[in-house]
């Protein structure tokens, strides 16, 4: 099984940075070896892809809503993906969820809130 938690969500002004951590603990998996993904859904809206990593960490991708705003990384001896957002939205409120691939079996977070509001 694949558990993962997210944290670093909150209240930031608009123009403002936030920091999500996403910490994976994987029994039977091997975390390197997953492709991680950061969702989000705002309300009323479907979730949507925000950001993507492969398991070596070697190629990203980002949505067009974030793209050059945020970057996504990982630390595979930590087990944990991170998203930077900077220059933050009110348009960017949403709930953010970390996602894992591994071995084509999906997993899924909590999810974190991020509001941004003056």
């Known amino acids: 099984q694949v558990q993962l938690v997210e944290s670093g969500g909150g209240l930031v002004q608009p123009g403002g940075s936030l920091r999500l951590s996403c910490a994976v603990t994987a029994s039977g998996f091997t975390f390197s070896r997953c492709d991680m993904n950061w969702y989000r859904q705002a309300p009323g809206k479907e979730r949507e892809l925000v950001a993507a990593i492969s398991s070596a960490g070697g190629s990203t991708n980002y949505a067009g809503s974030g793209e050059g705003r945020f970057t996504i990384s990982r630390d595979n001896a930590k087990k944990t993906v991170y998203l930077q957002m900077n220059g933050l939205k009110p348009e960017d409120t949403a709930v953010y969820y970390c996602?894992?691939?591994?071995?084509?079996?999906?997993?899924w977070g909590q999810g974190t809130q991020v509001t941004v509001s003056s």
């Open positions: 996602n894992a691939i591994c071995f084509q079996r999906a997993f």
